[in-house]
């Protein structure tokens, strides 16, 4: 039998886990208690996040927007400061799983997962956002890009927690954009992501961050295409450029959602989507 | 370990296991086979329950975080009146075929509806993305759900 702890505090969940290395730790549940569901694996401790306090919140501090990692997909929907300050963020939580999913799967448990197709990551990697994390040493921070290692792998350490994430404001940036190409419009994995920022000035783009999910181990932000589109408007000829070399930049595999060579032609297609709205 | 929160209006104390699924103390230990055990992967929705007003899938929660909690499950929904409105729109709207997809649709509609009484067809879809159904092919769900909102409001008005 497992024994289940839900802490109130951070202190007291640094603490359980100082004292149990082992331990199996989750917030919502939609991805860690699935896995143990299929594995059968049955940990001595399973501890639940979702009752500590300092997890919670979406707040500015300094200049930036801290989310807790215990925030829920639904309450990061709820964000008005989201919603205007990092909107990329904001579109690509609005596609994860269904309402219940959102009612109870966390940014946090995103990050931990690390899925490359996890939709929140290539927004967190667009928007240059920061994971802090926590231990009975101390805290640190580390930028999304270095946090995400590989599928299922991160920098967490043993005794961390992800305690929230810091992400820039980015209502200047004129484009935020997010696709999510599934098997369904709803509780599909990605097979292809595209997460966007950019920044124009009278119609020519003065910055652009561009990054693809579900094509490659991690998240991966194209620096190649980000620079094609820097002093050139959004326009086709120069979007179908960018989605050549977006589409030979990819790392896609053949899985049972779609072929590598689906993938790697959706990837290029998407670019085109930041045309459209202008 | 003991838990107590309050299931369908009523406070419940309780020994359960710590790591035993919600769905299956709400079915087992409380009777209520309303809830259904569909895919034990959150895929499905047929477990959805309210806990905190929220639609959440029993199957991936555990007996301990019941703790504190306000739960309702499709055996309390017709306590709340945008419950009584699906219930009853279902019945008339012919949504229900062999049934066992009907509880989690009916909460996740019920909470929708109690966010959002006026809904537009788009959101009613959104909001029952979550509940598979094999039988129907989700037309007449749909409907029922637009019409129960049409109920609720000519009952406000």
Known sequence: MTKVVLPRTL?????????????????????????????GQQPEVLVCLERVEE??????????????????????????????????????????????????GTIGGNLGTASPAGDSLGALVVLGAEVELASEEGRRRVGVEEFLLGPGRTALRKGEIIVGVWVPKAGDWQVHYYEKVGRRRAMAIALVSMAAMVRLEEGVVQEA??????????????????????????????LEQAGKVAARSVSPIDDIRASAAYRRIVAGRLLLR????? | MQVRFTLNSREVELEVAGDERVVDVLREQLGLKGVKAGCGEGECGACTILVDGQPRLSCLMLAAQLQGREVVTIEGIQELAPGRAVQEAFVACGAVQCGFCTPGMVMSATALLMRSPRPTLQEVREALAGNICRCSGYQKIVEAVVEAARALEGEID
């Open chain 1, 11 to 39: 202190e007291e969940t640094l603490r359980v886990l100082g004292e149990h290395p082992r331990a199996v730790v989750y917030a919502g549940g939609t991805d860690v208690l699935v896995g143990l569901a299929r594995s």
């Open chain 1, 55 to 104: 997890l919670k919140g979406i707040e500015e501090r300094k200049g930036r927007i801290w989310i807790g990692a215990g925030t829920t997909h639904a309450q990061v929907l709820e964000s008005d400061l989201i919603r205007a300050e990092a909107g990329v963020l904001w579109l690509a939580t609005s596609t994860i799983g269904s309402p219940q999913v959102r009612a109870m």
């Open chain 1, 209 to 238: 961050r561009v990054a693809f999910g579900a094509v490659g181990p991690k998240v991966m932000r194209l620096k190649e295409v980000e620079g094609l589109l820097v002093g050139s408007r959004l326009e086709r000829e120069v």
């Open chain 1, 274 to 278: 930041l045309g459209e709205k202008r």
